[in-house]
């Protein structure tokens, strides 16, 4: 998985463009998940986000994916659980300190944010992760926000 992952931070302006076309294409899927029922298509939406997300980016299924604001790099990988740079720590080679065989998830963050259109979204704070959100999609969270922001009297359930 470390290997994919740093891979994947290399080339970042690609799966950027990936997410650019994935993104409005789940939110016109909106409909779809409505009348199925967001508590229906949860478990296989999570199943194939944990899938292609764990082998991608080797994501922690946190709820509240910031994988387009941190250069493809998951946060979450952090041994600290930073979501918001990197810690005192970092080693000289760009290491991490509680971990010295990996790279820090910052420094792998901050060079793929830097290949990105998007770059400057790496100064975005993040929110800590909510507990109660761990393991769920956050594509269809990410749905309900944008149809709750474009239509705030129209509930997305």
């Given at each position: 998985?470390?290997?994919?992952?740093?891979?994947?931070?290399?080339?970042?302006?690609?799966?950027?463009?990936?997410?650019?076309?994935?993104?409005?294409?789940?939110?016109?899927?909106?409909?779809?998940?409505?009348?199925?029922?967001?508590?229906?298509?949860?478990?296989?939406?999570?199943?194939?986000?944990?899938?292609?997300?764990?082998?991608?980016?080797?994501?922690?299924?946190?709820?509240?994916?910031?994988?387009?604001?941190?250069?493809?790099?998951?946060?979450?990988?952090?041994?600290?659980?930073?979501?918001?740079?990197?810690?005192?720590?970092?080693?000289?080679?760009?290491?991490?300190?509680?971990?010295?065989?990996?790279?820090?998830?910052?420094?792998?963050?901050?060079?793929?944010?830097?290949?990105?259109?998007?770059?400057?979204?790496?100064?975005?704070?993040?929110?800590?992760?909510?507990?109660?959100?761990?393991?769920?999609?956050?594509?269809?969270?990410?749905?309900?926000?944008?149809?709750?922001?474009?239509?705030?009297?129209?509930?997305?359930n």
């Open positions: 998985m470390y290997k994919v992952r740093r891979w994947v931070v290399r080339h970042s302006r690609f799966f950027e463009a990936v997410y650019r076309t994935f993104e409005p294409v789940i939110i016109k899927l909106h409909p779809v998940w409505k009348r199925i029922g967001y508590g229906r298509v949860e478990a296989p939406v999570r199943f194939v986000e944990k899938n292609v997300k764990g082998f991608l980016f080797d994501c922690q299924m946190c709820g509240k994916c910031a994988l387009s604001s941190t250069g493809m790099s998951c946060p979450m990988n952090c041994p600290k659980n930073l979501r918001n740079g990197p810690c005192g720590g970092v080693r000289a080679n760009g290491h991490c300190e509680v971990e010295p065989e990996m790279r820090c998830v910052w420094v792998d963050a901050w060079e793929g944010s830097q290949q990105m259109k998007g770059s400057d979204k790496i100064h975005a704070v993040q929110l800590p992760v909510d507990n109660r959100i761990k393991g769920s999609s956050s594509w269809l969270r990410e749905v309900r926000q944008v149809v709750e922001t474009h239509d705030p009297d129209s509930p997305a």
